[in-house]
């Protein structure tokens, strides 16, 4: 189970060994707050970029074995030096940061894309380094299903994102099912928006599907880990679907009842989605 809003770091999860969480925790806080001054309080984006420079620039000193100057930075380097990590899905993400500051509208799904594989794929690939699995088959499925979960979060919170000015949906597919900003501003459940987000759901579906062999290729608590965690995306976006595509009124959430489903569907995934016949 995740914590907080950061959705991505299974930081409170049953099935983290106990050897890795103190290295999660750092890493998640690490995420948590950078993800803050992007997001939260009532900085201006100068103030915000600032100080994810200041980020960046302590991500650069931990590359270059140089002390650090920020506490959590500290601690930080600890858990990079300890576990082998590469410093660059670091970085990525503090790109991203950067980006929501400044960028609020994506004309294409390849730009949107390219957002998720900053905002997301980062934290898989920071988890299977943790576990020493970090091969590039393994990754490239993690990056199908790390992109698709960000996607899933775009598409829960459409009106969340509203709030904030951002549209993490792609304009060109606004005006290809027509679509407007007034739409979304007024929440308007057109049948043309119910296209456009069974096109999204479709989609986004198809591209989780293709990562969704990665749980079966990862021992113990890791892949039944992942296995929740893909079922808890599919989960969402059956609820979406079953909502016609409303997400205005009453965002779509995990009940005691989808994880009992989710559960049921994680045990049989393993005979559902095999590794692939190339898997080395």
């Known amino acids: 189970m995740s914590v907080d809003h950061y959705e991505n770091f299974p930081v409170a999860s049953v ?38 420079q200041q980020y960046d620039d302590e991500l650069l000193r931990i590359m270059d074995g140089k002390t650090t100057q920020l506490p959590l930075f500290g601690q930080l380097a600890s858990v990079i030096r300890q576990h082998r990590l590469s410093v660059t899905p670091f970085r990525q993400l503090i790109s991203a940061f950067r980006q929501d500051v400044v960028k609020k509208r994506y004309a294409t799904y390849s730009e949107l894309t390219d957002y998720c594989q900053r905002s997301a794929d980062p934290v898989g690939n920071i988890m299977l380094e943790l576990y020493g699995k970090a091969d590039s088959q393994r990754l490239q499925a993690s990056s199908h299903i790390c992109t698709a979960l960000q996607l899933i979060n775009f598409l829960q919170d459409v009106a969340v994102d509203w709030r904030k ?29 119910q296209d456009l987000m069974q096109f999204q759901i479709k989609r986004t579906r ?40 409303d997400v205005f009124h009453k965002r779509p959430t995990l009940k005691p ?23 080395e």
């Open 206 to 245: 198809e591209l989780m599907l293709q990562g969704a062999w990665l749980p079966a290729s990862l021992p113990g608590r890791i892949g039944w880990e992942l296995r929740l965690v893909v079922q808890g995306g599919l989960r969402i976006l059956e609820k979406i679907e079953l909502s016609n595509g």
């Open 257 to 279: 009842l989808d994880w009992a489903i989710m559960l049921l569907r994680a045990c049989r995934m393993r005979r559902k989605y095999p590794l692939p016949r190339n898997f």
């Open 165 to 193: 000015e951002r549209i993490y949906l792609p304009m060109e597919d606004l005006k290809h099912f027509s679509v407007t900003e007034l739409d979304i501003e007024n929440g308007k459940l057109s049948s043309e928006w």
């Open 15 to 52: 099935f983290l060994p106990r050897k890795l969480r103190p290295a999660v925790e750092t890493i998640y806080h690490f995420a948590r707050s950078a993800d803050d001054i992007a997001d939260e309080g009532v900085l201006s984006d100068a103030e915000r970029l600032h100080q994810l």
